[in-house]
């Protein structure tokens, strides 16, 4: 039976192990070996991610199976200010992914914006995972791209997705 909670920050270097694990099978025919090994340390130093609950107001919720941990996603409310919830990050690792885990978490974050009268889920994904198509039986749509400078020469390359609620 899957188990969805908050994480606390003591479940951080859970979500850092999670994240170590899956980047380089998700990322390694899109991204440089050098860009992840930059974009998981900016993102999932335990700094970082102490940072991203206290000072940005990201909830991350981790799931799992019989006390395993099978992935996380995090999630703002009222992104930017308005009425939709800005998923930021989703990751499972490999062994969950197909069995409806991310399914359930899409749902979770879902359940959350419209108790909280948000209209909308956002996200980010870079364009060419594979994931995309993950997203769109999930009911988001792509609504616009973006080019992120992240620094040290590195760029992000997403789809903005947006699913309504």
């Known amino acids: 039976m ?10 951080l270097s859970e979500i850092k192990r999670i994240a ?11 991204l440089s070996p050098q860009q992840i090994e930059y974009m998981l340390e900016w993102m999932y130093s335990l700094p970082s991610l102490t940072e991203q609950i206290q000072e940005k107001g990201h909830v991350f919720i981790l799931i799992k199976e019989e006390g395993e941990s ?4 995090s999630y703002e409310l009222n992104y930017k200010g308005i009425a939709k919830t800005k998923i930021h990050k989703i990751y499972l ?7 409806g885990v991310g ?7 879902a359940e959350i914006a ?17 994931a995309i198509g993950f997203y769109e039986k999930m009911g988001f749509a792509i609504v616009g791209s973006e080019d ?15 699913k309504p609620l």
């Open 20 to 30: 170590y694990e899956t980047w380089p099978l998700t990322f390694g025919e899109i």
């Open 2 to 11: 899957l188990k969805i909670n908050v994480a606390s920050e003591t479940d």
């Open 114 to 130: 419209t108790e909280n009268q948000n209209t909308a889920l956002i996200l980010n994904v870079n364009r060419f995972n594979k």
């Open 70 to 73: 099978l992935g996380y996603v």
């Open 93 to 99: 690792l490999p062994a969950s992914q197909g069995k």
């Open 103 to 109: 399914a359930a978490l899409i749902r979770r974050v």
């Open 148 to 162: 992120i400078d992240i620094g040290d020469g590195f760029l992000m390359q997403d789809y903005i997705m947006e």
